[in-house]
């Protein structure tokens, strides 16, 4: 009963108080969220995920000078540092940034996601972002550089309280390069949303990894919006173990034609976790082709949601987009909800999607198990095969060999 | 790839301005008052002669309706409805009470005979049809005779209007209405419980086989009128029938709504075969008035090993909102979805499906066809759910669209919610999917892998067409020749 206005919740008359001293430059974002409030399950992009119900509190939002007290997963991989502490630039915790990247911490940046003309939609998880983000990263690859090790850019969370972390990379013309976001610390009462965009020229090669690792009690949501020139490539990979709340949110749009994207991503979850993994592609050129791969694995009571959407626009020719949702559900508590969309204004295209709900297959379990596996192992082995089709278009050696072993792990613990 | 030249012949042929039953019937008619308030509720009920339960159980949703919001999820678009704007009932002068056929005014027989229903029962035996179907026509918003009434008693069936289930089997009634489809399930549903007039009843007794095909034919008539029907089938255990309903409307300039409700009850090991072939007025070439369509459609499979199957050719309408769905309640019960929905014109479809996986061992299939044309938009919603006791539930969605020129859209929103570790759901709109061994053996004997897949398919929904009467099935039967050449998701 819409004509009722319904009473904000706690968390959001939180928000809302907290947004009374907010900067000039931010007050639209903020307005636009103040009156949608928190999504929840009647608007159809979050129906699977009801912020207004999932979120109980509005944690402060956080002062810079957290103390980083966790060590960096990928510690051990050679690659160029930049780390955000609670949404802040920490350049003591940031290495040196080879020619041709620069990076600058700036108080705002334009795209609010206020109008589809952006790169990011209008949405009211990016508005959040957008009205309390104090500090933003805008970081410039110039055109032709290629970077032999990857950009990883850490995001950690220091305590209970709520983060607004907002990138922007602009890669110019022929540029190649890794750029890896990893989400990590966090404590439970911790809220993260982050925002990262990428805006990628003609003729680029890009791979990026989005890893979510926040503490199991943490909430997060993520959102990154990209786009893309002619003639390039984007490689994607997504990695999703952490956070009692999440939503990973992708927005990707081809902008010039004859360009491929291929967007990956393997969600392991447990006890009481949410996750959700909304996606939209957007092919607004002709000639472009795209790849969608998303895999969930999920056990105890755990919640699974993947939305992804292809969009053809009139007159995008000739496009070519496959989108693929797999999930295991290992017990009766646990849930996934699926909704693989596409929606198609032009004639000529070859689009398709396919999705899987199901156990694992017994045949297979009782084929291994003869073969003397006891049962754990024999699930073990199935559940590493198939989250591997996620992982295994990875090009980099030292990060796959990352991820492999925190799967590797999360499956001992599960046998444990 | 784009779409084959014979595929976009055969659309043109159903474009919105070959509409053929666009015809109007000039009679003099009992109207009630233009508008909708209470007194109207009333006036419907005074009308029918209902008993004081069913009118306090329309007002009861009438009321309810009024603190209800459009639902806006579809993607559909038509500016917004004023519901007091049009006629609630309207019924032919002359036809008050037929007793037999000849009763009825010959306008009306001679609409029903223009539109090739067959409404004299000899005229049926003479030999020209294929199988013996009887008919409940119902016109705007009565229904005006109803054949092989006798026959059909024989057998114990009961077939007959829902106002006289009313008088005559008000227990069934009572029972039933509203049990599928609650009273507040949505919007359309709720106003229908308010306002409906006429529609279909039957009942089929336990061990059954209905020895006929049984079928409505709505024809809305009257300008500025809305249709709605109320349908209701029993299915006790162990029976079988088959129904089919079809529907036409003249040409106008403004839009008239439609809002049925259908509630479909199987028992234990009962099968109800139930199938539509919609051509509503489409509205014209430019997009100017036409039929909004918005149905609630639910089958309840409450009985073990029952199945419901739902056959829909969706052709006309200028708004489609329909999901007819099965509630797979009892253990091993089965539910299956074939659609085939083409739209022209300036149509809106947003049509699909719900599967609710609630018992164990269910099953239900999905096959989906969309063609788009002109400047249509076509989409297909369907939910597939397993609940948490529905043990090895398992369900095949296969949803193909194809777009015919530029200017049109196809779009493809299936939901899939499993809270069953042993659930199995595939959805898929590749054709790799479909039974390998069949497809291996079609290749065997040189066929390419898509005239294999071709032939599966159209072979499957073939199979289930091919059993609507020929007067029914001659727009069927045109679609299904459809390559399936370009098509996507």
Redesign the interface.
């Known amino acids: 009963?819409?004509?009722i206005t319904p009473l904000k919740t706690e968390a959001e008359q939180a928000m809302i108080a907290q947004g009374a001293s907010i900067a000039a430059d931010r007050k639209p974002a903020f307005a636009r969220f103040a009156d949608s409030g928190l999504p929840h399950r009647r608007i159809?992009a979050y129906h699977y995920t009801d912020l207004r119900a999932l979120l109980k509190n509005a944690p402060p939002p956080a002062q810079a000078g957290g103390k980083v007290t966790i060590a960096s997963p990928l510690a051990d991989i050679d690659a160029y540092k930049i780390t955000l502490v609670d949404g802040h630039y920490e350049a003591s915790l940031s290495s040196t940034l080879p020619q041709g990247v620069k990076l600058q911490s700036v108080s705002t940046l334009a795209d609010d996601g206020a109008d589809e003309k952006g790169v990011l939609s209008p949405d009211p998880v990016i508005a959040l972002n957008a009205a309390f983000s104090e500090s933003a990263l805008d970081i410039e690859i110039a055109a032709k550089t290629e970077l032999t090790k990857p950009i990883v850019i850490r995001i950690v969370t220091t305590g209970a309280h709520a983060s607004y972390p907002r990138v922007r990379v602009n890669v110019g013309d022929a540029a190649k390069a890794f750029i890896v976001e990893t989400h990590e610390g966090g404590v439970s009462g911790s809220l993260i949303d982050s925002v990262f965009e990428l805006r990628l020229g003609d003729h680029v090669e890009i791979d990026h990894l989005r890893l979510n690792l926040v503490d199991q009690s943490a909430t997060v949501l993520t959102t990154f919006g990209g786009a893309m020139g002619r003639e390039s490539v984007y490689r994607g990979h997504n990695f999703v173990m952490g956070g009692a709340l999440s939503r990973h949110q992708i927005f990707f749009r081809f902008e010039g034609e004859q360009s491929k994207a291929d967007i990956s991503s393997a969600s392991l979850l447990n006890r009481k976790q949410h996750a959700d993994s909304t996606l939209v592609v957007d092919h607004a050129v002709p000639e472009c082709q795209s790849r969608e791969f998303f895999a969930h694995v999920l056990d105890d009571e755990s919640t699974g949601v993947f939305q992804g959407k292809i969009i053809v626009r009139?007159?995008a020719?000739q496009t070519d987009g496959?989108m693929m949702s797999r999930?295991i559900?290992?017990?009766?508590?646990?849930?996934?909800?699926?909704?693989?969309?596409?929606?198609?204004?032009?004639?000529?295209?070859?689009?398709?999607?396919?999705?899987?709900?199901?156990?694992l297959d017994e045949d297979s379990l009782f084929y291994l198990r003869a073969r003397g596996l006891p049962k754990t192992e024999a699930e073990a082995l199935m559940l590493r095969a198939f989250v591997g089709e996620a992982l295994e278009k990875f090009e980099h050696d030292g990060l796959r060999d990352t991820l492999e072993s925190l799967a590797e792990a999360w499956l001992k613990a599960r046998s444990a | 790839m784009v779409a084959v030249k014979e595929t976009v012949e055969q659309v043109k042929q159903l474009d919105v301005d070959q509409y053929r039953y666009g015809f109007t019937t000039d009679l003099e008619v009992d109207k009630a008052p233009k508008g909708l308030n209470e007194e109207i509720v009333r006036f419907i009920s005074a009308k029918k002669s209902e008993p004081q339960w069913m009118l306090d159980w329309r007002l009861d949703a009438y009321r309810r309706w009024k603190t209800m919001d459009e639902p806006q999820w579809a993607r559909v678009l038509y500016p917004k409805i004023d519901f007091n704007d049009s006629y609630y009932y309207a019924a032919p002068k002359k036809n008050a009470a037929p007793k037999t056929l000849d009763d009825v005014d010959p306008a009306i027989l001679d609409t029903y005979k223009k539109l090739g229903i067959p409404l004299r029962e000899q005229e049926i035996l003479a030999g020209v049809q294929m199988s013996k179907v009887a008919v409940d026509a119902v016109f705007d918003s009565v229904s005006v005779v109803t054949t092989f009434k006798e026959e059909l008693k024989k057998a114990g069936v009961i077939f007959c209007s829902i106002s006289e289930a009313i008088k005559d089997h008000p227990d069934l009634v009572k029972k039933y209405l509203g049990s599928v489809v609650p009273v507040t399930d949505n919007y359309y549903a709720t106003l229908n419980c308010a306002v409906f007039t006429d529609g279909s009843f039957v009942y089929i007794p336990e061990g059954v086989r209905c020895p006929m095909e049984l079928s409505t034919y709505f024809r809305i008539n009257e300008k500025n009128t809305g249709q709605f029907e109320r349908t209701l089938i029993l299915a006790e255990k162990g029976s079988y029938v088959s129904y089919l309903e079809g529907c036409t409307a003249p040409q106008r300039d403004e839009n008239q709504l439609h809002a049925a409700v259908v509630e479909l009850v199987a028992l234990d090991d009962a099968e109800i075969k139930y199938s539509t072939v919609q051509n509503w007025y489409p509205g014209d070439a430019e997009g100017k008035g036409g039929i909004y369509n918005f149905v609630t459609k639910r089958g309840d499979c409450r009985g073990a090993n029952s199945k419901i199957s739902w056959t829909q050719v969706e052709t006309g309408s200028a708004i489609t909102w329909k999901y007819p769905s099965c509630i797979l309640r009892g253990d091993n019960s089965r539910g299956e979805f074939y659609s085939i929905a083409v739209s022209n014109g300036y149509q809106q479809v947003d049509s699909g499906t719900k599967m609710i996986h609630l018992g164990k061992n269910t099953t239900s299939r999905i096959i989906s066809k969309g063609i788009s044309a002109g400047k249509s938009q076509n989409t297909y919603r369907g939910q597939v759910s397993a609940h948490r006791k529905a043990t090895n539930a398992r369900n095949f969605t296969n949803c193909d669209s194809l777009l015919i020129g530029e200017t049109c859209g196809a779009h493809t929103v299936p939901y899939l919610e499993s809270k069953n570790a042993s659930a199995v759901f595939e959805h898929e709109a590749t054709t790799s999917k479909i039974s390998e061994d069949q497809l291996f053996y079609c290749r065997q004997r040189g066929l390419s892998a898509e005239e294999a897949t071709a032939l599966i398919v159209n072979g499957f929904v073939k199979d289930v067409l091919q059993q609507l009467p020929m007067e029914f099935a001659v727009e069927a039967q045109k679609l299904i020749s459809i390559s399936l050449e370009g098509s996507v998701g």
């Open positions: 009963m819409s004509n159809e009139p007159g020719q496959k999930a559900v290992l017990e009766d508590g646990a849930t996934m909800n699926n909704k693989p969309e596409l929606e198609i204004f032009a004639d000529d295209v070859a689009c398709g999607h396919g999705a899987t709900v199901g156990a």
